[in-house]
């Protein structure tokens, strides 16, 4: 099917930015970013010209270009997630077009997974982010903004091939009528693997060359209708289902449970959002509807013939919604109040792929979120922002599927400094958590002058621990917390913006002050012999604990020119300090300490542009105290516009074939080559 659609689509000839910015699905965006009067907050955008120009086909790729965002894996998974400002995947909402799309249980979703040949834009708020976006949005949020056709008819179609026999591909078509539109698009990514680096060293389970297992084929179709019946006023409905399946390649030297595979990865979502106006009031909603099926094989070698037992399915879903109501008091003053309500469940067992069938264990909770916001234009250059929210979630269903194994972990009382074990629960069922929070803020933002602004702001956020944090033993490698406490901070931040005749300068200065902030910690066990797991080759095992107090301190600085017409720069630089105060010697992991990126855009013909983009990441440490390398790597990219409407493009990603790690223990690519043919009609 890969190939087909490929060969269809590389057939018809394959622009950029069909949609520009007058295709921004302009219901899709959420209300923090991009709004008029918030133009000094810690917000980036992204758009579809600069995702395509710089080859950024995944949503993690894309957002890596921002400051204060690096991208985060879990190795043992396969996955690609992102950090904001040192905070981790947990405490990032990921939305598309505001909806939630989170999997219920494992709290995340793998960026890698979401292209962005449909998206007009992906925004990303930090720090600040409005209470209106609801719950858990501890570091800030993202969310991807689909496309919105503007023309009678369009289209646009692409083709690509990369190292490692990559072939990529899109089509999307669309209809503005008015008083209604439609869009549609199919892509289709594949590849046999991906190249290491030709520094790469021989290891356990690694020869080098074409990396072990690491091959990946994704299909997304997403398709949208939506009645205008003015200017104001839209209705729309969306559905989009991903496929994929996928290798993870295996820890460079040796574990149990290395060898592993996502033969069934399905996702499926259905969504109604809306926007009302009343002339002084508007109302909007969302609703949502959202399925993740998956399942995981593990193998007993690395050659993947034989399969390792019994290999559990997943079957999560959520439903949902969200209405949002907005009042003009007057010229000067505005209030709006949002509620956001969703139910997770989360199933594992039942039959697997193979013919294999195990019991089903069930788990569920609702969050529920309730905020206002108030804004005051208190001169005529001054916004006053007030918000609050009351957050809450309960578990309603926690079936203990290793209730005789966990019943044999005790506390070593003889393992000195060693963190001790706490909440282990023997019964059936988990005891079921709960947790609220009521997290007010302030912000001013103030004009002052056509070419500066200036913005400060208090924030109070929460994180309500997942059912994965509390419940999980992930492979008899954890042991499970249920009565984890809700993670909180106070965020403070202050920034600036500048406009030059030929350029802008954006800075921010941010700290946060953490409490009860979950890590996992490593912990000695005792098991007796009999119910020891293969698994684990010693008697020390983790667990998810609040370690307490944790300080987060930085600056970013972005900065772009415009040298001529033909030469343009843009940069940015990331400060960053994470500190745990109530116990030192454990260590943040996974935080890079400095962060550059470097873009430009040269075009010495109409008809001819060269991108270039460098990236600096410092190192970081990982759960175990192992410290992946520096992260340096340049991109570069040639666009040849052959017809207004036909473009060819060539480019290399990782010029320097460097050798580096997010994670320890899991290489990255090294030099890949690709050319693509895009076509707009």
Do not use: C
């Amino acid at each position: 099917m890969y190939k087909r659609l490929m060969f269809f689509a590389f057939s018809i000839s394959a622009v950029s930015a069909l949609y520009g910015s007058e295709g921004i699905f302009e219901l899709g965006k959420i209300e923090v970013v991009g709004s008029n009067d918030n133009t000094g907050s810690s917000v980036s955008v992204i758009d579809a010209a600069q995702m395509q120009d710089f080859e950024r086909k995944t949503v993690v790729d894309a957002v890596n270009m921002m400051s204060g965002v690096n991208v985060a894996t879990a190795g043992a998974r396969g996955e690609q997630m992102i950090m904001i400002r040192g905070f981790d995947y947990f405490h990032v909402p990921l939305m598309m077009d505001g909806i939630p799309i989170a999997v219920p249980y494992d709290g995340y979703a793998s960026l890698s997974r979401f292209s962005t040949f449909d998206l007009s834009e992906i925004e990303v708020s930090k720090g600040l982010t409005s209470v209106l976006v609801g719950p858990n949005a501890f570091a800030g949020a993202i969310n991807m903004v689909s496309k919105k056709p503007t023309k009678a008819f369009e289209g646009e179609i692409e083709a690509g091939i990369f190292s490692g026999n990559g072939q990529d591909g899109y089509i999307i078509l669309g209809s503005n009528q008015g008083k209604y539109y439609i869009t549609g698009s199919l892509s289709s990514t594949s590849r046999d693997n991906y190249p290491l680096s030709g520094n790469y060293q021989k290891t356990t389970y690694e020869d080098g060359g074409s990396r072990l297992n690491s091959y990946s084929r994704d299909v997304k179709i997403n398709l949208k209708a939506a009645y205008t019946p003015n200017t104001k006023d839209e209705y729309s409905v969306s559905y989009i289902k991903q496929k994929a399946d996928s290798g993870i390649a295996p820890y460079e030297y040796t574990t149990s449970n290395n060898f592993r595979r996502w033969e069934n990865w399905e996702k499926e979502s259905y969504y109604f959002l809306s926007k009302t106006d009343f002339d002084k009031w508007y109302v909007k909603t969302r609703l949502f509807s959202d399925s993740f099926k998956n399942q995981m094989d593990f193998f007993t070698d690395n050659k993947y013939t034989v399969v390792n037992g019994y290999q559990a399915p997943y079957d999560d879903n959520t439903v949902g919604g969200s209405i949002e109501a907005g009042l003009k008091l007057s010229e000067r003053d505005s209030l709006k109040f949002a509620v956001h309500y969703k139910i997770d469940t989360h199933k594992k067992g039942g039959a697997d792929s193979y013919g294999k069938t195990g019991p089903i264990y069930e788990s569920q909770d609702s969050t529920s979120s309730y905020s206002s916001e108030y804004k005051k234009a208190l001169t005529d250059s001054s916004i006053l922002t007030v918000g609050a929210a009351y957050n809450s979630a309960k578990v309603s269903k926690a079936n203990n599927e290793n209730v005789s194994a966990i019943a044999s972990y005790f506390a070593n009382t003889g393992a000195g400094t060693s963190q001790a074990i706490t909440n282990i629960n023997k019964n059936a069922e988990f005891s079921h958590g709960s947790a609220s929070s009521f997290d007010p803020m302030i912000k001013i933002d103030t004009k002052i002058d056509s070419t500066m602004s200036i913005y400060g702001g208090i924030a109070k956020k929460s994180r309500i621990p997942n059912l994965k944090d509390r419940y999980s033993t992930r492979l008899d490698r954890y042991i499970p917390n249920p009565d984890l406490s809700m993670e909180s901070t106070i965020n403070y931040e202050v920034g600036a913006t500048k406009k030059f005749k030929d350029g802008s300068v954006k800075t921010s200065l941010f700290y946060a002050k953490a409490k009860d902030f979950i890590q996992a910690i490593a912990v000695n066990v005792y098991r007796t012999a009999a119910l020891a797991n293969a698994n684990v080759s010693s008697n020390r095992m983790l667990q998810n604990q609040n370690i307490g107090d944790v300080t987060q301190k930085g600056f970013e600085i972005e900065g772009s020119y415009i040298f001529s017409d033909k030469l343009s720069f843009d940069g940015s630089y990331t400060k960053l300090s994470m500190k745990n105060d109530t116990d030192s010697s454990k260590k943040i992991t996974d935080v890079p300490s400095d962060k550059v990126v470097i873009a430009s855009v040269y075009s010495p013909l109409s008809i001819l542009t060269w991108t270039n983009s460098f990236e600096f990441d410092s190192r970081r440490l990982d759960i175990n105290g192992n410290s992946s390398n520096v992260e340096a790597t340049w991109n570069t990219k040639a666009i040849y516009k052959a017809t207004k409407a036909l473009s060819l493009e060539a480019g290399v990603n990782n010029v320097l074939d460097r050798n580096y790690y997010v994670q320890y223990g899991y290489p990255e690519a090294g030099r890949v080559y690709y050319g693509n043919v895009k076509y707009k009609f």
